[in-house]
């Protein structure tokens, strides 16, 4: 799995791979709190498995997993994003998982 730059191109660059591996991506917003300048969002992503995902063929599998976003909102535009996602969770529902 590769990294992503941690600014807009690479959020956009993510989000790409995730949209053509998983067509109907989507996130249920669980719950979101705001602090200043600062959001937080705790959400659960859910989709089909029907594209390549990181060298994983298409599995025909729904997944889901959960992140954690905190985002810094200046003027109406986030300005810096920190983001916790539940990745393990997700490759072990694609059948890859470490050491098996």
Known sequence: MSFRTPDKAGALELYKVLRAAFPDFHAVIH???????????????????????FGIAPTGKAIEFETVDAMRVVDGRI?????????????????DRPGG
Do not use: C, I, P, R
Request: hydrophobic letters at 35%; aromatic letters at 16%; zero cysteines.
């Open 31 to 53: 719950w979101q709190a705001a602090d200043g300048d600062l959001v937080t969002t705790y959400k659960t992503y859910h989709g089909t498995h029907e594209g390549e995902f």
């Open 79 to 95: 300005t810096e994003h920190w983001g916790v996602a539940n990745l393990f969770s997700l490759m072990e529902q694609l059948g």
